[in-house]
């Protein structure tokens, strides 16, 4: 046989899951981000007493692809000092580093992306941050104000809370002992309990910290709208833009994925090992059936007639989700299918309900100025969260080795983590009362032309 | 080089930054343009350009009959179209030496009422989202709406509403006009709780705006600052009671002050402001009295030779006409003292030291409308 050809079939045949998992995620993730925009800014109507995008498709429904085939066409605008290769290498960098790290990751006990590594979660989070060099080399290359401030802030910020998310990371995989995604969830499962109900302020941290490392409200100040216009993305047009656009939204997932792994017990179920419980496996099917039931309900309220065959169409594929899902649970033969579907069903569910989360802060809060930022990052969390790991520790020694029982050392773990953390705002208080008191803002004499000339 | 930088005496020695913000920029609130000197994010000091909106308001009166020249003054401030009328009307009407009859003071006391909560809404709302709060801004737009609806009742127009005229009014109220205004008012004192929530207590929302642009009661008087920037230093001066125009001397109202001129006095202010707002409504259009909208003026406008300053409240501060009469049809001259354009003067003093985040926050607290500022 041809060697090029043997070797090329020999490294699909060993290769194929991961190339099948590369085209998968490529393919799907782009438009499950345009959907999340879809969503979000639907959301965000509803909050603003508004209707969002109503034009294209029942609903809005269509307006990702629209808003797709609109950048896609766009023209393609390089600044002329800008350097080249660096803004056009850029965007790539960040949408490549957010899809590679989807790789580790494991959508239920079936559903593992590309593949079940040793240093899974490590994986993730070192790939996921190296999406800041897409934002800081593109805020360099396009040689201007705008960019180089959102590219400086977005350094500054992602460095204090990738530490300070990887402290909390480490007291959840303390408790799992492991990094591998899948022993990391059946840890959960041997445990019976979820970590975020172990280690609370963990699973805070990490969420306060993910907001900033995805750069969304309050923590979006490498794109502050109304200060930076766009900050790192300003001189960025087209699917250039596109692709910031969607490696943001990617590590959104990523993040949830992570926050769900470790803290909100992966694909399990709620109370995974209580047998009476059992009932809740009837809740994914029971679900999607209502959700399907409401769009039949709404089918008929339609102003035209397009939406009414969209919303049957809408209800139809519930309805056959609803069968899937339901089928193995009462038909003995198919039975092993049900982890693998159900898994799928409430990890999603669990993502979803976290990029909700990242939402509706969105929508409340006004933005954190740059310094106080840095004070959230360096003087309460990351204090607060070396403290908790440190307490984690000792609770798992007080465990092991006394024989504690597990929630009171993890609740002894907490009070004191949280006095730490009541101890860190107080401090926080006194300081920045003094700062106010002792120090006005820097007087100048504001009589001269700061520009004479 | 190494001179410079040490003149400088910047951080790393560096050479200080210039940002060019606007005419283009999301919150600088129109076409104003401030040229920042930085220090890394520290301002080191500002520069405003101003002139991209200018229209010449000031030269198109000389060449306009007194009734003519009345819709131009609703082009200036945009966002509070009826008071620059109102103003614009007394005025005219003190160099006429008539008066509006009472009907029409009082109609025009509700419109002009109305017309501070609409703009203090656009304010909230664009302040808000400049610090970043995006909701705020769609709930004061809803409430807005109510208000630009009474206004395209009364006169069809909801913007540039040229609602009075010299003399008195043109339109009489519409029939449900005081039930429209009562239901607003009912309405606004639940809707106003929202913003108290959303905004109010959050410790961000505090921490962006206390200390943060901080005018003392003796820089307001020097720079001339009027309305809710400088009650918010702590000087109770209103004209709605220093010298009462209109039917205000027949209302009970208070006049809120801060104490510390910093962003979340000014913001507590014009909250507080609306409230009165709304109570002087719900009172006026209690007993609105009967009787004619148009006082005695000719069909032709012809002041005595001489000149009259009258000014007013506006809701951003004292809105100034000086017009000098020759004793023809058009005015010889018409000088107008916007509060905008003083008010911004305040904001190279208060943006100093502060970081870039800030001067979007000050821009916003100023309270300022291009189409004012450059006329």
């Known amino acids: 046989m041809n060697p090029t050809l043997h070797a090329v079939l020999v490294f699909l045949e060993t290769w194929w899951v991961e190339l099948v998992s590369g085209v998968v995620i490529v393919a799907v993730v782009p438009l499950v981000a345009g959907y999340i925009v879809l969503v979000e800014r639907k959301l965000m109507a509803d909050m603003q007493a508004r209707?969002?995008?109503?034009?294209?498709?029942?609903?809005?429904?269509?307006?990702?692809?629209?808003?797709?085939?609109?950048?896609?066409?766009?023209?393609?605008?390089?600044?002329?000092?800008?350097?080249?290769?660096?803004?056009?290498?850029?965007?790539?960098?960040?949408?490549?580093?957010?899809?590679?790290?989807?790789?580790?990751?494991?959508?239920?006990?079936?559903?593992?992306?590309?593949?079940?590594?040793?240093?899974?979660?490590?994986?993730?989070?070192?790939?996921?941050?190296?999406?800041?060099?897409?934002?800081?080399?593109?805020?360099?290359?396009?040689?201007?104000?705008?960019?180089?401030?959102?590219?400086?802030?977005?350094?500054?910020?992602?460095?204090?809370?990738?530490?300070?998310?990887?402290?909390?990371?480490?007291?959840?995989?303390?408790?799992a002992g492991t990094l591998k995604i899948r022993a990391i969830v059946d840890a959960q499962?041997?445990?019976?309990?979820?970590?975020?109900?172990?280690?609370?302020?963990?699973?805070?941290i990490y969420v306060v910290a993910s907001i900033a490392e995805t750069n969304r409200a309050p923590f979006d100040l490498p794109e502050a709208e109304s200060e930076l216009v766009a900050g790192y993305m300003t001189e960025y047009s087209g699917f250039r833009w596109a692709l910031y656009f969607l490696g943001e939204y990617a590590n959104m997932i990523v993040v949830g994925a992570v926050a769900t792994t470790l803290f909100l017990g992966g694909w399990l179920r709620p109370f995974p090992n209580v047998r009476w419980m059992n009932w809740l496996d009837a809740l994914p099917a029971l679900f999607t059936a209502a959700v399907g039931a409401y769009c039949v309900y709404r089918a008929g309220k339609q102003p035209v007639r397009v939406q009414t065959w969209f919303m049957w169409g809408v209800a139809l594929a519930c309805f056959v989700v609803a069968l899937i899902l339901?089928?193995?649970?009462?038909?003995?033969?198919?039975?092993?299918?049900?982890?693998?579907?159900?898994?799928?069903?409430?990890?999603?569910?669990?993502?979803?309900?976290?990029?909700?989360?990242?939402?509706?802060?969105?929508?409340?809060?006004?933005?954190?100025?740059?310094?106080?930022?840095?004070?959230?990052?360096?003087?309460?969390?990351?204090?607060?969260?070396?403290?908790?790991?440190?307490?984690?520790?000792?609770?798992?020694?007080?465990?092991?080795?006394?024989?504690w029982n597990r929630w009171l050392a993890m609740l002894l773990t907490t009070v004191i983590t949280l006095a730490t953390a009541l101890f860190l705002l107080r401090l926080n208080d006194k300081r920045a009362a003094a700062a106010s008191s002792a120090a006005p803002p820097p007087e100048e004499p504001s009589t001269e032309d700061s520009y004479a000339g | 080089m190494q001179d410079d930088a040490a003149q400088n005496q910047t951080l790393l020695g560096a050479d200080e930054l210039v940002l060019n913000m606007g005419p283009q920029h999301p919150s600088t609130h129109g076409v104003l343009r401030v040229k920042l000197k930085l220090d890394g994010e520290r301002v080191r000091g500002t520069e405003c350009v101003i002139g991209y909106l200018h229209r010449g308001v000031e030269k198109i009166a000389e060449n306009r009959s007194y009734q003519q020249f009345a819709p131009y003054v609703d082009r200036m401030d945009y966002v509070a179209a009826v008071s620059n009328g109102l103003g614009y009307c007394e005025a005219v009407e003190k160099l006429l030496n008539v008066e509006a009859p009472?009907?029409?003071?009082?109609?025009?006391?509700?419109?002009?009422?109305l017309q501070r909560i609409a703009s203090h809404l656009v304010w909230l709302g664009t302040h808000a989202l400049d610090i970043g709060a995006l909701t705020p801004l769609f709930y004061c737009l809803r409430e807005r709406e109510e208000i630009l609806k009474i206004f395209e009742k009364y006169c069809g127009a909801r913007l540039t509403t040229h609602a009075f005229r010299i003399g008195g009014l043109q339109y009489e109220a519409y029939d449900s006009f005081e039930k429209d205004v009562e239901r607003f008012c009912k309405d606004f004192e639940r809707r106003i709780q929202e913003y108290v929530d959303l905004l109010t207590g959050n410790s961000i929302w505090?921490?962006?705006?206390?200390?943060?642009?901080?005018?003392?009661?003796?820089?307001?008087?020097?720079?001339?600052?009027?309305g809710p920037v400088l009650r918010a230093s702590g000087v109770k001066w209103d004209l709605r009671k220093?010298?009462?125009?209109?039917?205000?001397?027949?209302?009970?109202?208070?006049?809120?002050?801060?104490?510390?001129?910093?962003?979340?006095?000014?913001?507590?202010?014009?909250?507080?402001?609306?409230?009165?707002?709304?109570?002087?409504?719900?009172?006026?259009?209690?007993?609105?009295?009967?009787?004619?909208?148009?006082?005695?003026?000719?069909?032709?406008?012809?002041?005595p030779a001489g000149e009259i300053y009258h000014s007013i409240e506006a809701p951003k501060g004292i809105l100034g006409y000086y017009i000098v009469s020759d004793g023809?049809?058009?005015?010889?001259?018409?000088?107008?003292?916007?509060?905008?354009?003083?008010?911004?003067?305040?904001?190279?003093?208060?943006?100093?030291?502060?970081?870039?985040?800030?001067?979007?926050a000050i821009i916003g607290t100023l309270d300022i409308v291009l189409g004012e500022v450059d006329r």
Request: charged share 15%; net charge positive.
């Open chain 1, 51 to 175: 209707l969002g995008p109503m034009r294209v498709g029942p609903h809005g429904l269509l307006q990702p692809i629209a808003d797709a085939v609109k950048l896609l066409i766009k023209e393609d605008i390089i600044p002329d000092n800008a350097d080249k290769m660096v803004f056009w290498m850029a965007p790539v960098v960040s949408m490549t580093a957010a899809l590679t790290s989807m790789g580790a990751i494991a959508f239920g006990p079936a559903f593992q992306v590309a593949r079940d590594i040793n240093v899974g979660l490590l994986f993730v989070i070192g790939v996921s941050s190296l999406g800041i060099f897409g934002i800081v080399l593109g805020g360099w290359a396009s040689n201007s104000h705008y960019s180089i401030m959102g590219a400086l802030r977005s350094t500054a910020q992602l460095v204090s809370y990738e530490t300070a998310a990887g402290l909390a990371l480490i007291s959840g995989l303390l408790l």
């Open chain 1, 189 to 204: 499962q041997h445990f019976g309990v979820w970590f975020v109900f172990l280690a609370p302020v963990a699973f805070f």
């Open chain 1, 326 to 403: 339901a089928v193995p649970l009462l038909v003995a033969p198919l039975k092993f299918l049900v982890p693998g579907l159900h898994g799928a069903f409430w990890f999603l569910l669990k993502i979803s309900a976290y990029i909700y989360l990242f939402m509706w802060l969105r929508f409340t809060l006004p933005r954190y100025r740059f310094d106080q930022l840095m004070h959230l990052g360096w003087y309460i969390l990351i204090p607060l969260a070396i403290v908790n790991v440190l307490a984690v520790g000792v609770a798992m020694i007080l465990e092991m080795e006394y024989g």
């Open chain 2, 102 to 113: 009472p009907r029409a003071k009082v109609i025009r006391t509700i419109m002009t009422e």
């Open chain 2, 206 to 226: 505090i921490g962006r705006t206390r200390n943060v642009g901080v005018l003392s009661a003796e820089d307001c008087i020097a720079l001339g600052a009027s």
């Open chain 2, 242 to 303: 220093a010298q009462p125009y209109a039917a205000y001397d027949q209302y009970n109202f208070q006049i809120p002050v801060g104490t510390n001129g910093d962003t979340y006095d000014r913001y507590m202010v014009r909250m507080e402001e609306m409230r009165q707002s709304r109570l002087i409504c719900l009172q006026a259009i209690e007993n609105i009295p009967a009787g004619p909208i148009l006082g005695k003026v000719g069909k032709v406008l012809k002041p």
């Open chain 2, 328 to 360: 023809t049809t058009q005015p010889y001259r018409v000088r107008i003292r916007p509060p905008s354009f003083i008010n911004l003067q305040a904001l190279d003093k208060m943006a100093r030291g502060h970081l870039v985040a800030d001067v979007v």
